[in-house]
């Protein structure tokens, strides 16, 4: 009996251990150093996706229950967000993000950093900075955002 037992404790930790490989092997697909870095790639080219008004870029970045913030303090969503995309048409001389802090929460990711402006405004060359904090999840094998928030960071 105690044999027996025994084998029925092997076999449930087997099943366990079965049921747990999936998970245990997409932790393995996705190291955190490999995370943080593709999400700061992501962000740069989610700036570059904008400018160029890369609407299928876009699309794949955006989830579908995506909510933005904008600095005003107004909300829109992905539809806001793709149109208000397709609307842009201010000259910017440069847009850097930088200043990047990624962290990984398992299939959950927060993104923290500052985009940099330069362009005309009223005839003038104008500097604007924002402070964005971008929320990601893991989905069908991809970053998705599904919440993004602006601040204007005022000149001192």
Excluded at 77 to 106: C, H, I, M, W
């Amino acid at each position: 009996m105690n044999r027996s037992r025994r084998s029925l404790t092997n076999f449930l930790i087997a099943l366990l251990m079965l049921g747990a490989s999936p998970y245990a092997a997409h932790a393995q697909l996705r190291s955190v150093s490999s995370d943080q870095e593709t999400l700061v790639k992501l962000e740069q080219e989610w700036n570059e996706a904008f400018y160029h008004k890369d609407m299928a870029f876009l699309g794949r970045v955006l989830a579908d229950e995506f909510i933005a913030t904008y600095e005003d303090g107004t909300r829109g969503d992905r539809t806001k967000e793709l149109a208000l995309t397709e609307a842009f048409d201010q000259q910017v001389d440069s847009s850097v993000p930088n200043e990047f802090t990624v962290k990984v929460y398992g299939d959950s990711a927060v993104v923290w950093f500052t985009l940099n402006l330069v362009g005309p405004k009223q005839g003038r060359l104008t500097a604007v900075s924002l402070k964005y904090v971008d929320v990601f999840v893991w989905r069908d094998g991809r970053w998705q955002c599904v919440s993004s928030q602006s601040t204007k960071v005022l000149a001192p």
